[in-house]
C-alpha cells in the first residue's frame, strides 16, 4: 500500500463514508484485510431520516440500517469504540480500551459532531439531532402542545422544525440570519421558505442570538423570552479530527486532502465524507468540506483507487443534496453556495414549483429546485457536462 492488494487497511468511522470505504476498497480489487471501527453501538445507517421520518414515529432499526453487500462480508467490525489517537508515524491507531492497531493503509471517515451552543444557564431539555439515540432522545419529548425552540435555521433546524409541527409541537425557530437556510439558498428563497414554514404555524425570531437559558425557556439577545420546554440546538458542527492531533496534519476544518483525497505527506492515508477537505477543480482549486449524503460515496470511491494505486483521473464530483419539509422535496445539484449573488428563476415561480440558478461570474454553478422533477436530469446533465478550463 499504496498499490498493493494485499496488507490492512483500516477504517476509523462506521457511518456512510466508512462502510462505501470498505465496499470500494474490495471493488477495486484489494484482498488484504479490512477493519472498520466506530464509536456508535449501531452499523452503519443513514442519517438523513433522523430529522424526519425518525424523529416523526418510532422505525425500526432495519428502515434505516445500510444494506451490507456482499463484497464487505468478511471486513471486520469494531463497533463501540472510539479510536483515540493515531501515529502516522508508526502506522497505528490506539483505541479507547487501549489497544493498538496496526495498518498499511488508512482511511478516515469520522465525519461531524454537532456544535454546541456555549450559554450559561440551565431550564429546558437540550437536543441535538446527529445519531439515532438523539432522535429517539427528542423523539420521547415531543408531544401536541409541547413548546420546542429550534436554535438555528439551517437545513437540519428547519427539518426538525418541519416534523415537529406535524407532531403538533408549538415551534419556534430563532437565528440569527435574515431568513432561514440563508447561506446555501439566498434571500428570496429563503423567504419563501419562511413563509411556507409561516403558514403552518412555525414562528421565525430572526436576527437574534441567544444570551441564556432561563427556567421557562430562552432569553435573546434583544432581552425577549421565548417559552420553551424543549432545546433543539442546530448551530452546525465540528470535524472529529482530535484522534488525529499530533501528527502535523493541517486539521483547522476537517482532514486537509489533495485532489486524490490523500492526507498531505503520507500516501497511505486518505480521507472521505463530511470530515475531508478537499478541492473540487470543477469550480477552483480552493478545498472545502461538502456536508451531503452524496459525498461520502463519491469520495470513497475515489479514495479507494487512489490508495491502490489505481489512477483515475481527476476528483470533480458534482454534490447534490435534498431536504423534506412538510412533503416538499427541495433538491439541489452543483454548488448552489458558491454563487456570487446571481440568483435567477429559471422555471416556474417562487410561490409554486421552481427552479433557481446560482451563478459565479455569469456561470452556473449550481441549481435548487422544489418540484419541477421532470426536469431534474436535465439540470444535473448540464451542470455535469459544464467542466470549468484553465481559461474559464
Ligand atoms: P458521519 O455520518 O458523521 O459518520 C462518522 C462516524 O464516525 C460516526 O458514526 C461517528 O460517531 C464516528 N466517529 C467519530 N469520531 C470517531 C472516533 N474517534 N472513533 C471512532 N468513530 C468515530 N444530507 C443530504 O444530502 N440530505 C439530507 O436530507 C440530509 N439530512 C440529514 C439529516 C441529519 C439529521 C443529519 C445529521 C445529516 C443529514 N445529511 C443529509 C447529511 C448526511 O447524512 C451526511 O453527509 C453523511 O452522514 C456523512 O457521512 P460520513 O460517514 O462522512 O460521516
Same mark, same amino acid.
Given at each position: 500500500m499504496p498499490g498493493a492488494e494485499g496488507g490492512r487497511v483500516v477504517v476509523v468511522g462506521a457511518s456512510l463514508g466508512g462502510l462505501r470505504a470498505a465496499e470500494q476498497l474490495r471493488a477495486a480489487g484489494h484482498t488484504g484485510e479490512v477493519t472498520v471501527i466506530g464509536d456508535e453501538p449501531h452499523p452503519p445507517y443513514n442519517r438523513p431520516p433522523l430529522s424526519k421520518e425518525v424523529l416523526a414515529a418510532e422505525v425500526s432499526f432495519d428502515r434505516v440500517a445500510f444494506r451490507m453487500r456482499a463484497g464487505v462480508a468478511d471486513v471486520g467490525w469494531r463497533l463501540g469504540t472510539a479510536v483515540t489517537a493515531a501515529d502516522l508515524a508508526a502506522r497505528t491507531v490506539r483505541l479507547a480500551d487501549g489497544t493498538e492497531i496496526a495498518y498499511d493503509a488508512l482511511v478516515i471517515a469520522t465525519g461531524l459532531r454537532p456544535r454546541r451552543l456555549a450559554v450559561p444557564g440551565t431550564g429546558p431539555s437540550r437536543h441535538v439531532v446527529r445519531t439515532l439515540d438523539d432522535a429517539a432522545a427528542l423523539r420521547a419529548r415531543l408531544r401536541p402542545g409541547t413548546r420546542l425552540a429550534v436554535v438555528g435555521a439551517g437545513f437540519i433546524g428547519c427539518e426538525v422544525a418541519a416534523t415537529a409541527r406535524t407532531l403538533g409541537a408549538d415551534v419556534t425557530v430563532v437565528a440569527p440570519e435574515s431568513e432561514p437556510m440563508l447561506r446555501p439558498l439566498g434571500p428570496d428563497l429563503g423567504a419563501e421558505l419562511r413563509r411556507r414554514h409561516g403558514e403552518r404555524g412555525v414562528r421565525f425570531l430572526l436576527g437574534r442570538t441567544i444570551a441564556r437559558f432561563t427556567g421557562d425557556g430562552l432569553e435573546l439577545s434583544d432581552g425577549s423570552a421565548v417559552p420553551a420546554d424543549v432545546v433543539v440546538e442546530a448551530v452546525g458542527s465540528v470535524p472529529c479530527v482530535e484522534w488525529l492531533e499530533g501528527n502535523g496534519l493541517d486539521l483547522s476544518d476537517g482532514v486537509l486532502c489533495d485532489g486524490a483525497l490523500r492526507v498531505e505527506g503520507r500516501p497511505e492515508v486518505v480521507a472521505v465524507g463530511d470530515v475531508a477537505r478537499f478541492p473540487n477543480p470543477r469550480y477552483d482549486d480552493v478545498p472545502r468540506r461538502v456536508e451531503h449524503w452524496s459525498i461520502p460515496t463519491d469520495t470513497a470511491k475515489h479514495a479507494a483507487r487512489t490508495l491502490l494505486g489505481q489512477d483515475v483521473g481527476p476528483f470533480m464530483p458534482l454534490p447534490s443534496f435534498w431536504s423534506d419539509q412538510y412533503g416538499m422535496r427541495l433538491q439541489s445539484f452543483g454548488?448552489?453556495? /458558491?454563487?456570487?449573488?446571481?440568483?435567477?428563476? /429559471?422555471?416556474?415561480d417562487l410561490g409554486g414549483e421552481v427552479v433557481l440558478g446560482y451563478h459565479r461570474d455569469g456561470r452556473l454553478v449550481g441549481v435548487v429546485m422544489i418540484g419541477c422533477t421532470r426536469s431534474q436530469v436535465g439540470y444535473r446533465k448540464r451542470l455535469l457536462d459544464d467542466v470549468r478550463t484553465p481559461t474559464s
Open positions: 454548488a448552489p453556495n /458558491l454563487g456570487d449573488g446571481d440568483i435567477r428563476v /429559471l422555471e416556474g
